[in-house]
């Protein structure tokens, strides 16, 4: 399918062939008609991706920060890596379309293939010829909607919002700074309930549009006394509420909202403005109530209501950002407001990096800009060939399936180059575009949506999995059972079920003379201090501790979701306890955990005791409730008068009877280079996986363990 990207470190745009989007639970596959593009949201994220490095800094402050901080803690390798992944990619655009439902994932419920849908969502209603929506961000329309209309979806529910923040009433005023797209849309919607509209703007070309369409009364801001005039058209009281709907660095739209409100008024930000507002009108002489807009309605940045489908009850919550859709579609099919005169250019898919030209530069009056689809293509999915790439024999021949940060960042830079024993064939991840970025920056011969193209092919005889940890079981049985070596980045899974299912795989490819290489991506035992580490400690028991400053994740972040991420115990912890059946080489037998307690449950400062089958003893300290500033992780372990000190994978530092000796790093080293490249040798000629199936499975068991422990307060025996 054809689909609209834009490099973000240049600020290039183009139309590039990548794969149908992967269809997940709970999502619909919907073939665009139209969709809209945001003039302001959009049009500010073209501007910035054009401008030099130091331009994006500055509009970027945050983000700078943060590189910043990689640079301190890691070094200038991962920092570049991290820096110019973001760069190089092409990333899509679009969040507002509209076209029909083609296909459907499990869970679906109240849609059906051929249905008309107006789909929403920053990653997923893009400029493109298909797009995998969840559920509750797209809402069915009537079988004979216009499309065209429709696909002003996103915007109309966050004008709709808006409206329902500013609580209005059947007579009272409203006045709405900014006169864009959303602003439209607010005064359209406002006028349809009754409410009387006086509109604002900076553009007299907007103004003069809301004049004609959808406010009672507009004015260019720069023009004298508009002020006096709203005084004098609400009887000397002011409005009722203030919806500000612009996009601007200034102070003047939260201000004079204050000058035009009424006492006890309301002022809503939907708009991206600066809320550094004068305290005069706001605490002193109106007490005015400011309230900002969440977005579509509530529910949106929900990971259960979005991704998971779990609705709010409407007798608690009247209006989620789905129900503002499916009202804002009402108003707009049953004709209590015309959108029409909003798009003033339509654009084929084909043409629509001009439409971005024309907004960037200006060039002629637009208001809203829709693309178009060519919905006669045909209808294909499967593998995209990436251009150059030649076919190679390797005896190792390599697929990737998912390809986020971490794989990006490390696991494929450290893919041995290509050579006649390993051969880079295919990448599937959830989106085309990461998968089409990912095959032609790192040599692969195909990217594709389809899990038949990797798992049914015979040139592909090893797996990387590097997909969110809900799916590894799933991913790791499916490639064991179609005969693939498997390298899957920690968790290996999240469930005991699934742990029995790959053991008794494992058994069966053993079994029938055809033994897999099953690896986890425990990358810390692989790295040059850890060896160290390890050969210099003597044979028998030993006290080990881990302390891992792990620091604070948002309890909505997908890691901490049981079912998706695992929980941080679960998901990363998995980590410190494979690091320490690694260093006294000794299984794990018992496990007692205790943790810092938690109004939500995250458990994520914990205390985990472990003890091993040769006796051995070791803590790990999972803290997030640390200082930024202490480094990550610290190791300690003792034995017969020995002790070893690994700090943060930079340093080592040894004691014995004489002078402590050690060695330090330029750069951080945890090991991910030389765990890829041990792995795809053991794959290429034979022996032992580097990490035997005892230890792996042991090693999950007992981060299963922690959660038991935690829970009933016991050790538990494994």
Same mark, same amino acid.
Not at 104 to 111: A, R, Y
């Given at each position: 399918?054809?689909?609209?990207?834009? /490099?973000?470190?240049?600020?290039?745009?183009?139309?590039?062939?990548?794969?149908?989007?992967?269809?997940?639970?709970?999502? @619909?596959? @919907?073939?665009?008609?139209?969709?809209?593009?945001?003039?302001?949201?959009?049009?500010?994220?073209? /501007?910035t991706a054009r401008k030099s490095l130091i331009g994006k800094a500055k509009e970027r402050p945050q983000q700078v920060k943060q590189v910043l901080d990689v640079l301190r803690k890691q070094g200038p390798v991962q920092t570049y890596r991290a820096v110019m992944k973001k760069l190089e990619a092409y990333s899509p655009l679009g969040y507002s379309s509209a076209g029909v439902v083609v296909d459907m994932g499990c869970d679906v419920e109240g849609l059906a293939i051929?249905?008309? @849908?107006?789909?929403?969502?920053?990653?997923?209603?893009?400029?493109?010829?298909?797009?995998?929506?969840?559920?509750?961000?797209?809402?069915?329309?009537?079988?004979?909607?216009d499309l065209k209309r429709a696909c002003y979806n996103t915007l109309g529910a966050i004008a709709l919002q808006g409206i329902r923040q500013a609580d209005l009433r059947l007579g009272e005023n409203c006045a709405v700074i900014g006169l864009g797209l959303i602003g439209q849309l607010t005064c359209l919607?406002?006028?349809?309930?009754? #409410?009387?509209?006086?509109?604002?703007? @900076?553009?007299?070309?907007? #103004?003069?549009?809301?004049?004609?369409?959808?406010?009672?009364?507009?004015?260019?801001?720069s023009e004298p006394g508009v002020a006096e005039r709203v005084e004098e058209l609400t009887g000397g009281l002011g409005v009722d509420a203030v919806i500000i709907t612009a996009g601007t660095s200034s102070l003047d739209p939260i201000n004079f909202a204050g000058r035009l409100a009424r006492k006890r008024g309301r002022v809503i930000v939907v708009g991206a403005v600066p809320t550094g507002f004068d305290r005069d009108p706001y605490y002193y002489r109106k007490e005015l109530d400011l309230r900002m807009s969440c977005s579509y309605g509530p529910g949106r940045y929900d990971l259960d209501y979005e991704e998971k489908g779990l609705d709010y009850p409407a007798a608690y919550v009247r209006w989620t950002e789905n129900r503002n859709m499916d009202a804002f579609q009402h108003l707009v099919h049953s004709g209590r407001i015309d959108v029409d005169y909003l798009t003033t250019h339509e654009f084929p898919l084909e043409d629509a990096v001009a439409a971005y030209g024309l907004i960037v530069?200006?060039?002629?009056?637009?208001? $809203?800009?829709?693309?178009?689809?060519?919905?006669? /293509?045909p209808f294909e999915r499967g593998r995209v060939q990436i251009?150059?790439?030649?076919?190679?024999?390797?005896? #190792?021949?390599?697929?990737?399936? $998912?390809?986020?940060?971490?794989?990006?960042?490390?696991?494929?830079?450290n893919l041995p180059d290509a050579s006649e024993s390993i051969t880079r064939r295919g990448v599937l991840t959830n989106t085309g575009t990461t998968s089409k970025r990912v095959a032609e920056r790192f040599g692969f011969e195909f990217c594709t949506s389809e899990e038949q193209d990797i798992l049914g092919s015979d040139a592909i005889n090893t797996v990387f999995i590097a997909t969110r940890h809900d799916t590894h079981g799933s991913y790791v049985l499916k490639s064991l059972r179609a005969g693939k070596h498997v390298f899957v980045e920690k968790p290996l899974c999240l469930t005991e079920e699934e742990l029995v299912e790959i053991e008794a795989a494992c058994a069966e490819r053993a079994a029938a003379g055809k033994p897999a290489h099953l690896m986890v991506g425990f990358n810390r035992r692989f790295s040059p201090l850890a060896v160290d580490l390890r050969k210099s400690l003597g044979s028998g028991p030993m006290a080990m501790i881990y302390r891992v400053n792990a620091g604070s994740i948002p309890a909505d972040n997908w890691i901490q979701d049981p079912a998706i991420g695992g929980g941080r115990i679960v998901g990363e912890g998995c980590h410190f306890i494979d690091f320490l059946t690694f260093l006294c080489g000794a299984l794990p037998v018992s496990v007692h955990a205790a943790a810092i307690p938690d109004p939500q449950g995250l458990n994520d400062t914990v205390s985990i005791n472990l003890s091993f089958a040769d006796g051995s003893i070791g803590t790990v300290c999972y803290f997030a409730n640390g200082s930024k500033e202490l480094p990550k992780e610290y190791v300690e372990v003792y034995q017969a008068g020995r002790t070893g000190v690994l700090r943060d994978f930079k340093a080592i530092e040894f004691f014995n009877s004489g002078k402590p000796s050690g060695r330090k790093l330029l750069n951080q080293d945890k090991g991910q280079r030389d765990m890829v490249h041990e792995f795809l040798a053991r794959v290429r000629d034979g022996g032992q996986p580097p990490i035997s199936l005892s230890e792996i499975v042991a090693v999950t068991r007992a981060s299963f363990a922690v959660r038991h422990s935690l829970a009933t307060r016991q050790a538990i025996m494994l």
């Amino acid at each position: 399918m054809d689909q609209l990207t834009q /490099k973000l470190g240049s600020g290039d745009m183009k139309i590039q062939e990548v794969p149908v989007p992967l269809l997940g639970p709970g999502e @619909v596959l @919907v073939r665009n008609h139209y969709s809209l593009i945001s003039s302001g949201t959009e049009g500010s994220t073209v /501007k910035t991706a054009r401008k030099s490095l130091i331009g994006k800094a500055k509009e970027r402050p945050q983000q700078v920060k943060q590189v910043l901080d990689v640079l301190r803690k890691q070094g200038p390798v991962q920092t570049y890596r991290a820096v110019m992944k973001k760069l190089e990619a092409y990333s899509p655009l679009g969040y507002s379309s509209a076209g029909v439902v083609v296909d459907m994932g499990c869970d679906v419920e109240g849609l059906a293939i051929g249905d008309r @849908v107006a789909c929403a969502g920053v990653g997923y209603a893009n400029h493109a010829e298909f797009v995998a929506v969840p559920r509750n961000l797209c809402v069915k329309l009537p079988a004979d909607a216009d499309l065209k209309r429709a696909c002003y979806n996103t915007l109309g529910a966050i004008a709709l919002q808006g409206i329902r923040q500013a609580d209005l009433r059947l007579g009272e005023n409203c006045a709405v700074i900014g006169l864009g797209l959303i602003g439209q849309l607010t005064c359209l919607m406002l006028r349809a309930s009754g #409410v009387r509209v006086f509109g604002i703007d @900076v553009d007299s070309a907007a #103004v003069a549009t809301a004049r004609a369409h959808c406010a009672d009364e507009a004015w260019a801001r720069s023009e004298p006394g508009v002020a006096e005039r709203v005084e004098e058209l609400t009887g000397g009281l002011g409005v009722d509420a203030v919806i500000i709907t612009a996009g601007t660095s200034s102070l003047d739209p939260i201000n004079f909202a204050g000058r035009l409100a009424r006492k006890r008024g309301r002022v809503i930000v939907v708009g991206a403005v600066p809320t550094g507002f004068d305290r005069d009108p706001y605490y002193y002489r109106k007490e005015l109530d400011l309230r900002m807009s969440c977005s579509y309605g509530p529910g949106r940045y929900d990971l259960d209501y979005e991704e998971k489908g779990l609705d709010y009850p409407a007798a608690y919550v009247r209006w989620t950002e789905n129900r503002n859709m499916d009202a804002f579609q009402h108003l707009v099919h049953s004709g209590r407001i015309d959108v029409d005169y909003l798009t003033t250019h339509e654009f084929p898919l084909e043409d629509a990096v001009a439409a971005y030209g024309l907004i960037v530069d200006r060039s002629e009056p637009f208001l $809203g800009i829709v693309i178009r689809y060519d919905i006669e /293509k045909p209808f294909e999915r499967g593998r995209v060939q990436i251009a150059g790439a030649t076919a190679a024999t390797g005896k #190792v021949g390599i697929a990737f399936i $998912g390809a986020g940060s971490y794989a990006q960042g490390n696991l494929l830079p450290n893919l041995p180059d290509a050579s006649e024993s390993i051969t880079r064939r295919g990448v599937l991840t959830n989106t085309g575009t990461t998968s089409k970025r990912v095959a032609e920056r790192f040599g692969f011969e195909f990217c594709t949506s389809e899990e038949q193209d990797i798992l049914g092919s015979d040139a592909i005889n090893t797996v990387f999995i590097a997909t969110r940890h809900d799916t590894h079981g799933s991913y790791v049985l499916k490639s064991l059972r179609a005969g693939k070596h498997v390298f899957v980045e920690k968790p290996l899974c999240l469930t005991e079920e699934e742990l029995v299912e790959i053991e008794a795989a494992c058994a069966e490819r053993a079994a029938a003379g055809k033994p897999a290489h099953l690896m986890v991506g425990f990358n810390r035992r692989f790295s040059p201090l850890a060896v160290d580490l390890r050969k210099s400690l003597g044979s028998g028991p030993m006290a080990m501790i881990y302390r891992v400053n792990a620091g604070s994740i948002p309890a909505d972040n997908w890691i901490q979701d049981p079912a998706i991420g695992g929980g941080r115990i679960v998901g990363e912890g998995c980590h410190f306890i494979d690091f320490l059946t690694f260093l006294c080489g000794a299984l794990p037998v018992s496990v007692h955990a205790a943790a810092i307690p938690d109004p939500q449950g995250l458990n994520d400062t914990v205390s985990i005791n472990l003890s091993f089958a040769d006796g051995s003893i070791g803590t790990v300290c999972y803290f997030a409730n640390g200082s930024k500033e202490l480094p990550k992780e610290y190791v300690e372990v003792y034995q017969a008068g020995r002790t070893g000190v690994l700090r943060d994978f930079k340093a080592i530092e040894f004691f014995n009877s004489g002078k402590p000796s050690g060695r330090k790093l330029l750069n951080q080293d945890k090991g991910q280079r030389d765990m890829v490249h041990e792995f795809l040798a053991r794959v290429r000629d034979g022996g032992q996986p580097p990490i035997s199936l005892s230890e792996i499975v042991a090693v999950t068991r007992a981060s299963f363990a922690v959660r038991h422990s935690l829970a009933t307060r016991q050790a538990i025996m494994l």
